[in-house]
């Protein structure tokens, strides 16, 4: 199993940026694919954005398109979020997952970060 650690959670007003870092530990990271979650107060955990081990292939939500930009960096063992133009309906705890075969289902992850909180003000 992979371990892993969200930061660069914060506190920004609506327009603004932020970048989102996950962190993880383990020899198989470059051979995970990797997607972000968020989960905002009284509602589900969407899916955010995925990108295959390879890098071959990049998905988003239609909420978050042509705003978040998701990378990693397999010699660093580290998956980035870039926020654009961020709205208060973005305003989330925001979790990192890996997983061998899953892409947008939170089901088909195994291994989660302990969360990363962004909040957009108006």
């Known amino acids: 199993q992979v371990q892993l650690v969200e930061s660069g959670g914060g506190l920004v007003q609506a327009g603004g940026s932020l970048r989102l870092s996950c962190a993880a530990s383990?020899?198989?990271?470059?051979?995970?694919?990797m997607a972000w979650f968020r989960q905002a107060p009284v509602k589900e955990r969407e899916f955010v954005s995925a990108?295959?081990?390879?890098?071959?292939?990049?998905y988003y939500a239609d909420s978050v398109k042509g705003r978040f930009t998701i990378s990693r960096d397999n010699a660093k063992n580290t998956v980035y979020l870039q926020m654009n133009s961020l709205k208060p309906e973005d305003t989330a705890v925001y979790y990192c997952?890996?997983?061998?075969?899953?892409?947008?289902?939170?089901?088909?992850?195994?291994?989660w970060g302990q969360g990363t909180q962004v909040t957009v003000s108006s």
């Open positions: 383990g020899r198989t990271f470059s051979r995970h694919n």
């Open positions: 990108i295959r081990w390879s890098e071959s292939s990049r």
């Open positions: 997952a890996a997983s061998a075969y899953g892409l947008t289902r939170a089901p088909d992850f195994g291994s």
